[in-house]
């Protein structure tokens, strides 16, 4: 599985306009549901799943990234995307330094496999430094896109 295979970059958020974790979440479903990626109506009742589930662990690995996720019947397929904030939001995260790029996985609830599968590649790119360098640094849609498929081609 690549990276590139799961991110709608339709629904990429280079520049969050949400200054906390709520709204983050709030407004990268938003945009997943404006793609058409989900359904719109669910869109809210998808932003609250993801609340409850960062609620109860926060998703803010550190080194400056939160990995958002939830598995919910909402979904009828995994898929994911990408918010950046240059100023930084406060995710909690186990560094306790600020987070500036989200990257949110919803997957469908019946499939967890393919859930484990997403977040193993999402951490495998995470994982690289010049790519969470790169990613932070991206303020483009297109620039995002670009440095997803230039890291699935190493």
């Known amino acids: 599985m690549k990276l590139e295979d799961i991110i ?9 306009a949400s200054v906390d974790r709520d709204g983050v979440i709030n407004e990268l479903v938003s945009a997943l549901g404006k793609s ?17 589930r960062e609620s109860e662990a926060s998703t803010g690995i550190g080194k400056g990234v939160a990995v958002p996720h939830v598995k919910t019947d909402l979904v009828k397929k995994i898929v994911a995307t990408i918010g950046c904030c240059s100023a930084g939001i406060d995710f909690s995260s186990l560094d306790k330094q600020p987070t500036y790029s989200v990257l949110l996985l919803l997957s469908p ?6 859930h484990l599968q997403a977040m193993e590649t999402i951490f495998k790119y995470l994982q690289k430094d010049d790519f969470r360098k790169f990613l932070r640094q991206s303020d483009t849609s297109e620039s995002i896109h670009d440095l997803i498929t230039d890291f699935s081609d190493e």
């Open 8 to 16: 709608c970059f339709d629904a990429v958020v280079p520049k969050l």
């Open 36 to 52: 058409g990626s989900i359904r719109k109506n669910k869109v809210a009742e998808i932003a609250q799943a993801v609340i409850t």
């Open 109 to 114: 609830a019946n499939d967890p496999d393919c």
